[in-house]
């Protein structure tokens, strides 16, 4: 339904926006934030400007032209000239609200004497999260260069905290909160991939707001190159957040009638903490055609459990053990190829190597599929090792300025994909391994930043990234079965732009389950579980070499889609059971895990973590509970268990395949049945736990 061409309402799931499309110039945002329900055009009728002739709300594309003071969200020149621009509509603003919730808005404007055309698209989901891109066209002889393009929105004053993320390999997404004053609070990544201190969401939110309690804003910029999130509030009026592409300088010169488009910019709001930032994106996630549909099949992947020591035997050996545990995926991970016996060559060379597999791999895949496992192959097609047929037959293929090669990375460089010739081999690469082998899953993983990144002599990683994205479609489109795994040294490679084109992440290198309980927690603000890779890791983590006990290795791999990378040849037969039962429950709860609620309780002791899934109709629920550290607390705290139907009445007791938690040489098992009411006001008495202990609570609603 077209809405009234003055003032566009957009509401969905508890959101609303609304504009202000009177004038000629572009349309003003009078709120973005709350639903305020039916009354919101009398509510914003009412509203006064502070000073006489100031409009109201503010700018959709603020630059100097509105007075705003701070970062314009449009910064560029014409070869030098019109640093600002005044840009007004071109035609009325086309907006449809869509009865079932949300809906779209499209604008377009200009600046005759600039020669510079803008489109800015928004569309509100039906689950409450807002996505915005402009495009800008320049349209005169000569360039018209874009230095940078955001998506902003307003937020008010109340927003006085940022969380923002910081994080490096190994220990991804860490928390770090700011105040939010008059200044800018600002997370920049120019590392040419997301990074793994890119933050899930960059959330501005009232006073010490939490995962249940507080208003919150946040923004994810859906890019897998350099990029920008802020919040800033100028001493004139309320604040903006939001986010984009940083722009390496020359990057982006456009001639007469070309177009730069910025990525898709997600803002969502809670009026109740964190949780309703996850629960809008995890559920609009879920409405993608893309969203993977089935079970999210348990997986063994061999890098920690093997390396590069690929060996048929050896791995025949890994995938019999793995079916007889219930394991349905098999992921042959780095090693395979020419020259690859360790990290220091053989990227770019995508051929089977003889010497290692005289066969090919078919002895292997064969053996993986007869035992009734899919298969899986691990590539890193955007790198290239110079010690590689590849870089020795085209030292010219290099995404660097010639003659001057960035510094290695992991022994490695990276390809320039913007050349077409690269691209058009890596394609047919790629292409041609997945049609002999028939792989159901690739784990496509990129292990380095891009430095001094140089396509064509200018700044490249814009273009990198759209070619990355662009081959990525290409082979999905030849293959449309093919399932892809976004792994960038575990988990730099972690937003919504690689997410449209693939199906899960690897969320870390650390298999170590007390730091896996954090990179998970921040990792599923912005992702559902099914999209979320999760591992049991060896006894004796590889990373960090911190020994964790199985049964608190299992239930931190059972949040995410399931898997194990660990030599289990070599598992004794009370692992092998104790595995064999945690796949069981994986299997019969991953309907729920992969469907429910995320919910984190804001629970008083900072020891411990509590936390789980609750299904959309509240019948049926599981909760973890993570003990981290040694409790500073003699007695114990209570486990108050949020998202419950209030009204309901729920048995409580363990998971029945997970081990039961022992607390001085006695089990414990809660066995006990109260309203979902009294478990999130009242709740259960805690265990006192040992470090790196925990339990799963499964909940049936039984009236
Ligand atoms: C980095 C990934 O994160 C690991 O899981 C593994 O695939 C290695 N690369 C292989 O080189």
């Not at 360039?143 to 109340?158: E, I, K, R, S, W």
């Not at 010219?396 to 090669?405: E, G, I, K, N, S």
Request: glycine share 10%.
């Amino acid at each position: 339904m077209p809405a009234s061409a003055d003032l566009i309402v957009l509401r969905a799931a508890g959101v609303g926006l609304a504009l202000d499309a009177t004038g000629t110039g572009l349309p003003r945002v009078l709120h973005w934030g709350a639903d305020l329900g039916e009354d919101a055009l009398d509510l914003l009728a009412a509203a006064q400007p502070v000073y006489p002739n100031q409009p109201l709300g503010a700018p959709l594309l603020p630059t100097q032209a509105d007075r705003w003071a701070g970062q314009p969200a449009l910064a560029g020149h014409r070869d030098g000239t019109y640093p600002h621009l005044r840009l007004l509509r071109t035609e009325p603003v086309a907006a449809m609200v869509d009865p079932a919730g949300g809906g779209t808005v499209t604008v377009h404007a200009t600046d005759e004497a600039a020669g510079v055309r803008l489109r800015t698209e928004i569309e509100l989901g039906a689950q409450g999260v807002l996505r915005m891109r402009h495009a800008v066209t320049s349209t005169d002889a000569g360039t018209y260069t874009v230095d940078g393009l955001l998506c902003l929105l307003p937020v008010p004053a109340d927003a006085v905290e940022v969380l923002d993320f910081t994080g490096r390999w190994s220990r991804e997404r860490v928390p770090q909160r700011t105040a939010f004053g008059h200044q800018a609070v600002a997370h920049e990544s120019r590392r040419g991939r997301t990074g793994f201190d890119a933050p899930p969401f960059f959330a501005a939110g009232t006073a010490a707001f939490g995962f249940r309690h507080g208003q919150v804003w946040g923004v994810h910029v859906g890019w897998s190159g350099d990029h920008t999130q802020l919040a800033q509030r100028t001493v004139d009026g309320d604040g903006v957040l939001g986010g984009g592409e940083l722009l390496g300088a020359g990057e982006i010169r456009l001639g007469d009638g070309e177009t730069y488009t910025t990525p898709w910019v997600y803002f969502c709001h809670s009026p109740s903490g964190l949780d309703g930032l996850s629960d809008a994106m995890h559920a609009w996630l879920r409405a993608r055609d893309t969203h993977p549909r089935t079970p999210r099949p348990v997986t063994l992947n061999t890098w920690e459990a093997v390396y590069f020591d690929h060996d048929l035997t050896r791995l025949t050996a890994l995938a019999r053990t793995a079916a007889e545990l219930g394991v349905e995926r098999f992921v042959l991970d780095d090693g395979w190829f020419l020259g690859r016996r360790d990290d220091t060559a053989g990227l770019g060379d995508w051929h089977v190597d003889p010497t290692v597999w005289p066969d090919g791999l078919h002895p292997l895949v064969d053996e993986v599929r007869r035992l009734g496992l899919q298969f899986g192959l691990w590539v890193e097609p955007e790198m290239i090792n110079p010690d590689s047929d590849l870089a020795r037959a085209h030292p010219d293929w290099y995404l660097a300025t010639p003659d001057r090669l960035p510094a290695n990375w992991r022994h490695q460089q990276v390809l320039d994909l913007a050349r077409p010739e690269v691209w058009a081999h890596l394609l047919q690469r790629l292409d041609a391994l997945v049609t002999e082998y028939r792989p159901d899953y690739l784990k496509w993983d990129h292990n380095r930043d891009l430095v001094e990144a140089v396509h064509d002599g200018t700044a490249g990683v814009h273009a990198q990234t759209a070619a990355a994205y662009r081959l990525l479609d290409a082979l999905r489109a030849r293959h449309p079965h093919l399932e892809i795994e976004s792994c960038s040294s575990g988990g730099a490679r972690v937003d919504l732009g690689i997410l449209s084109r693939t199906d899960r992440v690897w969320a870390s290198d650390n298999n170590d389950p007390l730091e896996r309980q954090h990179i998970q927690r921040w990792t599923a603000l912005l992702l559902p579980p099914e999209l979320m890779g999760s591992h049991v890791g060896p006894p004796v983590s590889h990373t960090n070499g911190r020994a964790a006990n199985l049964s608190f290795r299992c239930l931190t791999a059972l949040f995410g889609h399931a898997g194990i990378e660990w030599d289990i040849t070599g598992c004794t037969e009370d692992e092998r059971a104790q595995l064999s039962a945690w796949i069981g429950a994986y299997r019969r709860l991953r309907g729920l895990l992969h469907s429910g609620r995320t919910v984190r309780a804001d629970h008083p002791d900072p020891s411990a973590h509590l936390y789980g899934i609750v299904s959309t109709g509240g019948e049926h629920a599981v909760f973890a509970y993570a003990q981290l550290t040694a409790s500073a607390y003699e007695g114990t705290t209570r486990l108050r268990l949020p998202g419950l139907d209030p009204l309901a009445r729920y048995r409580v007791g363990l998971v029945p395949e997970l081990p039961v938690p022992r607390i001085w040489a006695q089990d414990w098992s809660p066995q006990v049945t109260l309203t979902g009411a009294a478990l999130a006001g009242h709740g259960l008495a805690a265990p006192l736990l040992r470090p790196a202990d925990g339990f799963v609570l499964e909940l049936h609603r039984v009236g």
